[in-house]
């Protein structure tokens, strides 16, 4: 009889694209067509990824149109609080409308992809609903660490924080008390001790969650797997290689600024960039006139906006480079994984999963994160070393593929099975 | 004029009795009285226009003296109060308005505070050319004179500054129409308005905290009176309310926990989602006294929402009235099941399981033990007091309870032992509910938790207990979380505590 495995996510890629959640979508897919596992995807709908409501009235999860095993869970009001992760008011999602979707599941594993807008607070009451059952957590990010979006990137100037302590918290939020962040960690960790496993897709991030009191032997370091995509057909490009493209979101930690602003130094050298982002709407607005005005002050530039996840093969094999500029420390970013299924050499900033993903002069390129100078430089030695292209195109590793991380997760799976009835034997 | 009658509210009547200056008198508007004066019947302003404006300034005061007097024989309510000032307005001696430097006589009321319903604490400045006024009036809404003068003592906040506390001889309602009368030493008299401001203890403690010629005669004639009167009307009127039950909690606790829920009542669910991997706190009885009675339907709700989610049985008892911590300790206590009570702050979080055990540990290993602390931690790690010691306070004499260790490294070497300390306060408490009343429990006028903790543990050293220090039991005290600042109370208490002790070696060398 196939284990029953549940993922609960905090959006579904159909209602808004973002890596985690085409990661962990594309892992359903995957467990879907195999053998020994029934899966079930739980996403979170409503706002502030969508207006939509609830279908049903009093029935705050519903499927999602056209599928079995999937569902979107409609929280009654947006009472999310983003600085503990929780409901402030309505733990009934959790002691009511979770617990009896558990109870109708009955999933052999839960694994929890993100609890953004659901909370914390899910995990324990997956705990008391199902004892017997293991939870699994996938880190995507240092949200659990880091109030400013999970980014350890400091408010006051925008330099990378390497350490969140109470007072170094209420640096970057003023209005708050040390001893509010200090409960913040105390809260989210006391949660947390109910997991079984969680998974870290860096080194990175693993090691900063370690820092912040996670057992290393209770994180699983294991990279995303990506669905394998259909050999593309004329990868090779010849020279020059003077065409440059940045994909995915589009936000203040991403670093197009960056890398707007380094074409800028470039003036007339300035090689051709294609744009491919997503989300700006759901930026504010100081962000997004401050890109609309760097996009109007650049020459070379095509924005070509969101593309779905399936294809973005075909657009990176569009140009020759694949540029990362993130201001922030990534995990490990999709983006680098669907560059190197291309076969395209990365262009990233020189910290966090980004350098530990891309080897400098062997896959890649890295320059001084968020030194639009140092990315110009890069752009510049990219586009006129003879033979540097095609010399990093050989070193691209074999993207991690889903059928071997899902077959990590599955072994990871059936021994949190077999550990956790042995407690209850 | 004589024989009319006018409504002085809706159940008074004020009739004027037949007669040349017909005397003026107010009575319950009875069945028989309504129908004996209806064809007599005129409002108010006419009946004062036509008889009493006309007196001359003696025989109006002493109407309004009579009328005030009849208000408290009647039962004032505050319709009698909105038409006792209506009196008052229309026949009172009025006075020109105090304007500085407009020469001779000058007032002005900072504060004006209730204290109990017939007590007042004043805080103005009244002055005449550098010499202070002959005589200082208060006059209540209701018209009622009161000299306090003699009643009040300097204030050192500027020339001619006074405080004190005053009685009326009746009761006064409402939070406005005060008005209060400086007459100089040449005769003139001025006037200044006046209102109830909410919040004595803060005025109170402000004022105990200055130091100056005249401090000891206001703390001693003034601030501990009036201190003593709010916590007294405050317990009359503080009696719990309500208890709650969520789940089924052990039918005998190995220890209650009573924890005072006072600000930042969403604390709670912090606290609980530390307890919940503490498996001591199974066996112990979780009780939550909410002081403040107004947010007694968003707690409950939540409260209900948290057991749903922790499973964690808890009792919520809810306070008529808002108490301080010593008050809402001891109403708490009365409800424990169990012998043994820790008292905990909703502020104070446990750093890791055990800590219940040590302390525990450490009352069982000998009889003589009474009370037990932990060592409270602040969230950077360091320490915020390993049990308190006394220091020398900035008066000569005077003592202040010092937090042992405070600012230290919850590692160094000093904090590791254990033992006998000078005192523990209420942050976080153990203490057997026996040991505790053959004590006589909290005083309950300090203000401050530390200083009631210390007053217990020099009671408790007195009968010759002793109150120990557990290293072993370490628990976060987050005070930036909205607690009230302690700087304000801080004075106060210290004096107070000074003083207690220091009448209590007298009585014991005596």
């Known amino acids: 009889m196939a284990r029953r495995v549940l993922q609960i996510c905090h959006n579904h890629p159909r209602v808004r694209p973002g890596g985690a959640e085409v990661y962990a979508h594309e892992l359903h897919r995957h467990l879907r067509r195999s053998e020994g596992w029934d899966p079930t995807f739980l996403a979170r709908s409503g706002p502030p990824h969508s207006p939509a409501g609830a279908p049903h009235l009093g029935a705050p999860i519903s499927p999602m149109e056209g599928t079995a095993d999937e569902y979107l869970l409609y929280p009654e009001d947006h009472d999310y609080d983003w600085m503990f992760g929780t409901m402030r008011r309505r733990k009934n999602l959790y002691t009511g409308d979770l617990c009896r979707f558990l109870l109708a599941l009955r999933p052999d594993v839960i694994h929890f992809q993100h609890t953004l807008f659901i909370g914390y607070d899910a995990i324990r009451e997956a705990r008391h609903t199902l004892p017997d059952t293991p939870i699994v957590y996938t880190l995507h990010e240092f949200l659990p660490i880091c109030h400013n979006k999970g980014q350890m990137v400091r408010t006051t100037d925008r330099s990378l924080c390497a350490e969140a302590t109470p007072r170094r918290c209420a640096e970057c939020f003023p209005d708050i008390a040390p001893d509010e962040f200090f409960l913040r960690q105390r809260f989210i960790r006391a949660q947390f001790d109910l997991v079984d496993l969680f998974v870290a897709p860096s080194a990175t991030l693993r090691e900063r969650f370690v820092e912040w009191g996670i057992p290393r032997e209770r994180i699983l370091l294991e990279e995303y797997g990506r669905a394998e995509a259909p050999p593309l057909g004329g990868d090779f490009r010849p020279a020059p290689h003077d065409s440059f493209g940045i994909f995915g979101q589009v936000n203040p930690y991403k670093g197009i600024d960056v890398l707007l602003r380094a074409m800028q130094a470039l003036g007339a050298e300035a090689p051709r960039l294609r744009i491919h982002g997503a989300n700006l709407d759901l930026q504010e607005r100081s962000f997004r006139d401050e890109i609309s005005d760097l996009l109007a002050a650049t020459q070379g530039v095509t924005s070509l906006g969101p593309y779905p996840p399936e294809r973005a093969g075909e657009m990176m094999a569009a140009v020759d480079w694949v540029v990362v500029p993130s201001v922030w420390w990534e995990n490990s970013p999709l983006v680098i994984q669907e560059a190197f299924a291309a076969r395209r050499p990365v262009i990233c900033s020189d910290v966090g999963g980004m350098a530990e993903k891309v080897l400098d002069g062997v896959n890649g390129i890295h320059f001084r994160v968020g030194d639009p100078g140092s990315l110009a430089a890069a752009i510049e030695r990219a586009v006129s070393t003879p033979g540097l292209w095609d010399r990093l195109r050989e070193g691209i590793p074999r993207v991690h593929s889903m059928a071997k991380h899902a077959e990590v997760l599955t072994t990871a799976y059936e021994s949190l099975i077999e550990a956790r009835r042995a407690v209850v034997v | ?510």
């Open chain 2, 1 to 510: 004029m004589s024989g009319r009658a006018a409504w002085l509210c809706d159940e008074v009547l004020l009739v004027c009795e037949p007669g040349d200056r017909g005397r003026i008198v107010a009575l319950p508007a009875t069945d028989s009285l309504r129908a004996e004066v209806a064809e007599r019947l005129t409002d108010l302003t006419t009946f004062l226009r036509e008889g009493p404006a006309g007196w001359d300034a003696a025989a109006r005061t002493q109407l309004l003296d009579h009328l005030v007097s009849r208000g408290g024989e009647l039962g004032l309510s505050p319709s009698l109060s909105d038409g006792l000032r209506r009196v008052r307005d229309a026949l009172r001696e009025r006075r020109p308005l105090s304007l500085p430097r407009a020469g001779g006589p000058c007032l002005a009321i900072e504060r004006l505070h209730r204290i109990d319903e017939r007590s007042f604490y004043v805080r103005g400045r009244a002055w005449d050319e550098a010499v202070a006024p002959v005589r200082l009036t208060a006059i209540t809404a209701e018209g009622e004179r009161v000299e306090v003068g003699e009643s009040v003592s300097p204030h050192p906040a500027a020339e001619g500054g006074f405080a004190g506390l005053f009685e009326t001889s009746f009761p006064t309602c409402g939070a406005e129409g005060w008005v209060f009368e400086a007459a100089g030493a040449s005769g003139r008299a001025v006037e200044a308005p006046a209102s109830l401001s909410p919040d004595p203890l803060r005025t109170i403690f402000a004022d105990a905290g200055l130091d100056f010629a005249g401090a000891e005669e206001l703390r001693e004639r003034h601030l501990r009176p009036a201190v003593a009167r709010v916590n007294e009307l405050r317990r009359s009127i503080t009696e719990i309310v309500e208890i709650a039950g969520f789940g089924q909690g052990p039918t005998s606790p190995a220890v209650s926990l009573v924890i005072p829920l006072q600000r930042r009542v969403d604390l709670i669910e912090h606290q609980i989602a530390q307890f919940a991997a503490d498996p001591e706190i199974g066996e112990c009885e979780l009780l939550y006294v909410l002081a403040e009675p107004e947010q007694s339907d968003a707690l409950g709700e939540l409260a209900a929402e948290l057991f749903a989610l922790y499973r964690l049985p808890l009792r919520l008892a809810t306070l008529t009235a808002p108490a301080g911590l010593p008050d809402a300790c001891r109403l708490g206590a009365t409800l424990a099941r169990s012998e043994r009570l820790v008292f905990l702050g909703s502020d104070v979080f446990p750093d890791r399981p055990g800590w219940l055990q040590a302390m525990s540990g450490c009352l069982d290993a000998d009889p003589n033990f009474a009370a037990a602390a932990p060592k409270l931690l602040y969230a950077d790690e360091s320490i915020d007091q390993a049990g308190l010691e006394y220091a020398q306070g900035p008066a000569e004499g005077e003592g202040r309870v010092h937090r042992r260790l405070r600012g230290m490294h919850r590692h160094v070497a000093a904090a590791d032992d254990g033992g006998p300390v000078a005192a523990v306060g209420l942050a976080c408490l153990m203490v057997d509910a026996s040991t505790l009343e053959s004590a006589g429990g909290f005083r309950g006028e300090f203000g401050l938790a530390e200083y009631e903790g210390s007053d217990l543990s020099g009671r408790l050293a007195a009968m010759g207990r002793e109150v120990r220090y557990v290293p072993e039991a370490e628990l976060y005290r987050l005070e930036g979380l909205g607690a009230e600042p302690e700087a304000l109370a801080e004075p106060y208490a210290r004096w107070l505590y000074s003083r207690l002790w220091a009448e209590a070696a007298a009585e014991v060398a005596g």
